[in-house]
């Protein structure tokens, strides 16, 4: 029998509890497990029942019981203490407020809003709006955010079905379902007009009526998250549908997606700061090309909106791009969205979602008119490039990766030049890291700040070994208890009986070496490298004396059938009789799995193919639980490995043949374990401790722990692009008469550099035979043109030179103007001491300068000599 209508009945609290909703509607409690102890105390069997969500747990409390705990004077106080300390975090000034201030004092440019967009994002497993790393980065940089005090907003789209949960079948193939999300029952409230009406936002679209969707704010900690969703009375089910799912439909349906959540998603930001009185954003961060459309919709704000300034398209790029930062986190063109320009022209013509923007200049920003590129695509990453005026990547190697990648953008100039610098990932350590290891160091008096927990890594070092690998027992015992718990429910799902079972009672050991693999499945990341010698793997996992065990779990994108073969690969070795209680595969994997996972094993492998990884950020939660990474040299790993922190896979970079090289990096990585690994583990003194195991434990709290946190990742941000970009767009916005000069100086430079040579280059000061400290005069003749001398900056670019002439590691000095002659010709000079030995080389050439620019590659355009 079908109910005719549903509707969610929210609970009423009696009023000594009124301080419980405020602690469920603000989603700190999701890492903050004081307050999450709160919750427990409400009712232990049904905050287990209900998935640790407190709003289900509301919801299923009897009021019996609420009736109780209202005149409970014990858990009142400690209600009443994490309500306190709920308000303090949210008022109390932190790392961005205390800065900010002295910031501004010496005149920096700290902004007072930052909005900070995404398609996914993980903040909790109670509110499933993220499919993978790309989410858990974002949930983390908004935690991160709110710990620092920094002023960021976030903005994404609700989807009413998320991501989809994954099961099996009984012969191992990925099954997917996609549960109805009631927004009425998530953690999450709808944004209203004073009048009490919900708020929306409307976008044009071709040849229809408008879509309209509603905002949804979730508090992470003093961080506000706009979601977007457009289930809303009166529109046509085709917009109904634009937020049924993450990263599903058809290319036109992603296009809506991507439209609603920039173009819908600036709106939204505007509706949110008249409502609230929240300063308005002076930087957009787009995280990944999915939000590029926002740059539109902030150009339309500023040219065709009657209640806007009135610009022309050409000032309000550039007051676009000064206060706009991308992110691209893809190290293949695969992962790129790029749709059919006949379908972006559709939507951004006449009646389209930005009214008053020109298509064909619309059409241009995601152009691939560059070599190699398809004329016959739009390209939501050369939009993301073309529209900020930083961008990054999320490792140093991803950032090289990524130069490379997009060169074509900047083809005069090398591929180090190009503007991508890189800022890697981190993690927000009170999400991910466990009870049982912050425990360890607060014994030794360590307290735990989001403000700045260095310290709190460095505590770790007076731990007695006994305590510290005590506590590693028991995170790797609470990782074996719910491995068997999810093992026997997917078990269960496929078809099995109970009494097929009993060996799930003893599968996996929590004395037995622990390895972790947990991620994504796409071709690249490589989830059944171990398997190519099946037989090797199988010697390992059965080792009479250092047996090895692994816990597994990944999700295939549904529509990525080879992903799903490589899973039910996986899952038929692990279904073997003779190792299933060795080898594990856990479907599902979500943050409610990761947060055991991580801390429960010993050893987190990754085994990409290099370097299409491009961060990778799970190895760093298991590093800040005392995990030790073995993994390929790719992303994050590649930068901060030292050899005493875990151990690296060598690559077989070079190796053309894929089977030749999975098989070379997949007997190397067999014989780490047996040779290294597990030796180490099982190298036990007197008291049963492995000493040289808990050493390279500690090494790795100490020295990775620092540099892998969400919070120094967002002081990155803030201070190499959020403050620049502040700055330059305060420059340009004031009145707009900065941006309107940048501008017209960019068209007149455009115009111009036809007219831009170097004409012949003089040296002297070296003779034939240069030593060490011969100072090197160099004398460039160039010619302008119309340009100025101002309008441009001429380089001397120096440093040691290849066999091929190539110069490596080049340095840049900046010549003078030392003489003018008719016909806008100039001699410009200046000269360099010989530092070093070796094979020297130089060349001279000519940039476009202006104050404003983000670097000298910014147009596009230099002059070397003939």
């Not at 949930?139 to 002023?151: F, I, T, V, Y």
């Not at 708020?199 to 040849?207: D, F, L, N, R, V």
């Not at 030049?417 to 425990?439: K, L, Q, Y």
Request: with cysteine; net charge negative; hydrophobic share 40%.
């Amino acid at each position: 029998m079908r109910a005719i209508r549903r509707f969610t009945v929210r609970p009423v609290l009696p009023e000594p509890l009124a301080p419980l909703g405020e602690l469920v509607d603000n989603l700190r409690w999701s890492w903050h497990p004081e307050t999450q102890d709160v919750f427990a105390a409400v009712d232990p069997d049904l905050w287990a029942a209900t998935g640790h969500d407190p709003v289900r747990l509301l919801g299923a409390v009897s009021r019996a019981r609420l009736d109780e705990l209202a005149g409970d004077e014990a858990f009142l106080a400690r209600l009443g203490a994490s309500h306190a300390d709920l308000a303090s975090y949210l008022g109390g000034e932190r790392w961005y407020q205390r800065a900010a201030a002295t910031g501004a004092a010496a005149g920096e440019a700290w902004p007072a809003s930052i909005a900070y967009f995404s398609p996914e994002f993980g903040i909790t497993a109670v509110l499933p709006q993220y499919s993978g790393g790309l989410g858990i980065l974002a949930g983390d940089h908004l935690k991160a955010a709110s710990d620092l005090g920094a002023p960021i907003i976030g903005v994404g789209l609700l989807y009413r079905h998320g991501y989809f949960k994954q099961s099996l079948s009984r012969e191992g193939w990925q099954q997917e379902t996609y549960p109805l999300l009631d927004p009425d029952e998530l953690p999450i409230s709808l944004l209203r007009e004073p009048s009490g009406e919900r708020a929306t936002i409307s976008i044009a679209m071709p040849g229809g009526p408008d879509l309209v969707a509603r905002i949804w704010v979730a508090s992470v900690g003093r961080v506000p998250l706009l979601m977007l969703d457009t289930d809303v009375e009166g529109n046509p089910q085709a917009y109904v549908d634009v937020t049924d799912r993450l990263y599903g439909g058809t290319t036109e349906h992603r296009l809506r997606q991507e439209l609603l959540l920039g173009v819908g998603g600036v709106k939204a930001l505007r509706v949110y700061c008249r409502i609230t009185g929240h300063p308005a954003p002076e930087v957009f961060h787009t995280n990944e090309g999915h939000a590029g459309f926002l740059g539109l919709e902030r150009v339309r704000e500023l040219t065709a909106d009657p209640t806007g300034p009135g610009l022309d398209l050409d000032t309000a790029l550039e007051v676009g791009r000064a206060s706009t930062v991308f992110t691209t986190h893809t190290p293949v063109p695969a992962g790129i969205d790029r749709f059919p320009r006949t379908l972006v022209e559709q939507y951004f013509g006449e009646g389209g979602a930005v009214p008053g923007v020109p298509v064909e200049r619309v059409l241009a920003l995601g152009a691939e008119d560059y070599e190699g590129g398809d004329p016959g695509v739009f390209n939501m990453a050369v939009m993301g490039f073309r529209l900020a005026q930083r961008a990054n990547g999320v490792s140093l190697l991803h950032g090289e990766v990524s130069r490379g990648m997009f060169n074509g953008l900047w083809p005069a100039f090398d591929e180090a030049e190009v503007p991508i610098t890189s800022i890697t990932n981190g993690v927000h350590a009170p999400t991910w890291v466990a009870r049982d290891v912050f425990d360890l160091a607060a014994g030794q008096g360590a307290a735990k700040d989001g403000d700045d927990v260095d310290a709190f890594w460095q505590a770790v070092d007076a731990v007695p070994a006994s305590e510290v690998w005590a506590a590693k027992r028991r995170m790797r015992e609470a990782l074996v208890l719910e491995a068997r718990t999810r093992l026997r429910r997917s078990w269960a799902r496929r078809g099995a009986a109970e009494a097929e079972l009993g060996w799930v009672d003893d599968a996996l050991d929590p004395d037995v070496l622990t390895i972790g693999f947990a991620r994504r499945v796409p071709s690249y990341k490589r989830l059944t490298l171990m398997l190519r010698d099946p037989e090797r793997l199988r010697a390992l996992l059965l080792h009479p004396d250092r047996p090895v065990q692994l816990v597994i779990a990944g999700k295939s994108h549904p529509a990525d059938d080879g992903g799903k073969r490589l899973i039910q690969e996986l899952v038929r070795f692990a279904d073997a009789a003779d190792v299933r209680h060795r080898i594990v595969f856990l479907p599902n994997y979500d943050i409610a799995m990761a947060q055991p996972l991580y801390p429960g094993c010993d050893v987190w492998l990754n085994n990409p193919l290099r370097p299409y990884e491009a961060c990778g950020t799970s190895g760093m939660k298991a590093a800040l639980n005392g995990g030790l990474n073995l993994s390929i040299l790719d992303g994050w790993w590649d930068e901060w490995f030292d050899g005493e922190n875990g151990w690296a896979i060598p690559s077989a970079d070079g190796v053309e043949d894929p089977d030749r090289r999975d098989d070379l990096e997949a007997t190397a990585l067999y014989d780490l374990i047996e040779t290294q690994v597990a030796p180490r583990f099982y190298d036990v003194d007197a008291d049963g401790v492995p000493t040289r195991w808990v050493e390279m434990l500690r090494h790795t709290l100490k020295s990775l722990g620092p540099k892998v946190l969400a919070t120094r990742m967002v002081r990155d941000y803030v201070r190499r692009l959020y403050m620049p970009a502040t700055e330059v767009a305060r420059a340009l916005n004031a009145d707009y008469a900065g941006a309107v000069s940048l501008a017209q100086w960019k068209g007149r430079v455009r115009t111009g550099w036809g007219g831009v040579r170097v004409e012949h280059v003089e040296s002297s000061g070296v003779g034939d035979a240069p030593e060490v400290g011969a100072v090197l005069s160099v004398r460039a003749f160039v010619a302008l043109g119309s340009l100025a001398p101002d309008d441009v900056s001429v380089q001397l670019v120096h440093g040691r030179a290849g066999a091929d002439d190539s110069l490596r590691q080049p340095v840049v000095t900046t010549l003078s103007v030392s003489e003018t002659y008719e016909g806008g010709r100039f001699c410009f000079a200046g000269s360099v001491t010989l530092d070093a030995a070796g094979p020297f080389g130089y060349t001279v050439r000519v940039v476009p300068h202006h104050d404003l620019l983000a670097s000298d590659a910014e147009l596009g355009v230099v002059a070397y000599p003939a």
